[in-house]
């Protein structure tokens, strides 16, 4: 009887906290309020930040502030324009690019935004930047860390703290952000989204990179340079992110729905 009903109040907890994903529609589950969220995110990125080395190259993080400024902008004018108003002030925005031969980039959850050197040698205009910039921002819009999160407590927790985190146990939210990003754990290391949200924070940053006025079909170009430049690639199967050809292709799918938001500043 215990156990059915435990089972019978995750179900109303689960329930509760559905959400669905702007622009793609799909459900998810998140178990932790934003406010707990950012404040984790916070946390993590000010400790990761404190040990990073901010880029010297002045052209360089030039282009990722004009890129980025123009990126947040759009990105609010589409929440503006969908009813989701509310979801902004979730943001502060900030921009840095920091010294490392990695080829990363990331956005925690409030808009803090990362682009490491080593990723800038893919990158030949501003276009291929917002379609990296377009991508991170939207796995912050998609709330994607939230529901990593979610499936983290679930994980770890279970049944027994699962009601208490969700009403703000903010050690245990604390120590499954540790967990999710990682950047504590390994410098300069964001730990991989799921296929599921890759595909679904390309196909969203295309639409952002769009609004803000820049190629969308860059993407296509960034990913094929990306792919070039691997001497040898892990199959799909043995990874949580997609191949370069299959993510090719998938972009290649949104591309006509990214258009339509394109508007080509050398035209008007």
């Given amino acids: 009887m215990k156990k059915l009903f435990g089972l019978f109040i995750i179900t109303l907890l689960l329930l509760s906290s559905c959400g669905s994903v702007p622009l793609t529609g799909r459900r998810q589950v998140l178990l932790v309020g934003d406010q707990e969220v950012l404040t984790a995110s916070l946390t993590q990125y000010n400790d990761y930040i404190k040990s990073?080395?901010?880029?010297?190259?002045?052209?360089?993080?030039?282009?990722?502030?004009?890129?980025?400024?123009?990126?947040?902008?759009?990105?609010?004018?589409?929440?503006?324009?969908?009813?989701?108003?509310?979801?902004?002030?979730?943001?502060?925005w900030e921009f840095n690019s920091v010294q490392s031969t990695d080829v990363n980039a990331f956005c925690m959850p409030?808009?803090?935004?990362?682009?490491?050197?080593?990723?800038?040698?893919?990158?030949?205009?501003?276009?291929?930047?917002?379609?990296?910039?377009?991508?991170?921002?939207?796995?912050?819009?998609?709330k994607h860390s939230n529901e990593r999160m979610s499936q983290q407590l679930m994980t770890e927790y279970g049944a027994a703290i699962l009601g208490t985190a969700i009403s703000g146990t903010s050690q245990a939210v604390q120590n499954i952000a540790g967990t999710v990003y990682g950047?504590?754990?390994?410098?300069?290391?964001?730990?991989?989204?799921?296929?599921?949200?890759?595909?679904?924070?390309?196909?969203?940053?295309?639409?952002?990179?769009?609004?803000?006025?820049?190629?969308?079909?860059a993407a296509i170009t960034f990913w094929q340079k990306m792919a070039q430049g691997k001497s040898s690639g892990t199959?799909?199967?043995?990874?949580?992110?997609?191949?370069?050809?299959?993510?090719?292709?998938?972009?290649?799918?949104?591309?006509?729905?990214?258009?339509?938001y394109y508007k080509n500043p050398s035209s008007e």
């Fill in 110 to 142: 409030g808009g803090k935004i990362v682009v490491y050197e080593g990723i800038m040698k893919y990158i030949s205009s501003d276009d291929e930047l917002a379609a990296v910039m377009g991508h991170e921002v939207a796995h912050a819009v998609a």
């Fill in 52 to 92: 990073a080395k901010i880029s010297t190259n002045q052209t360089m993080t030039n282009q990722v502030v004009r890129v980025g400024k123009k990126i947040a902008a759009a990105t609010e004018t589409y929440l503006k324009s969908n009813g989701l108003e509310s979801e902004i002030k979730n943001f502060s």
């Fill in 235 to 260: 199959p799909e199967i043995m990874s949580t992110h997609p191949s370069d050809t299959n993510r090719i292709m998938e972009l290649q799918k949104y591309l006509p729905d990214a258009i339509k």
């Fill in 183 to 217: 950047l504590g754990a390994q410098y300069g290391v964001m730990l991989p989204y799921s296929r599921k949200h890759e595909y679904e924070a390309d196909h969203m940053g295309l639409i952002f990179m769009a609004i803000a006025g820049y190629n969308p079909q």
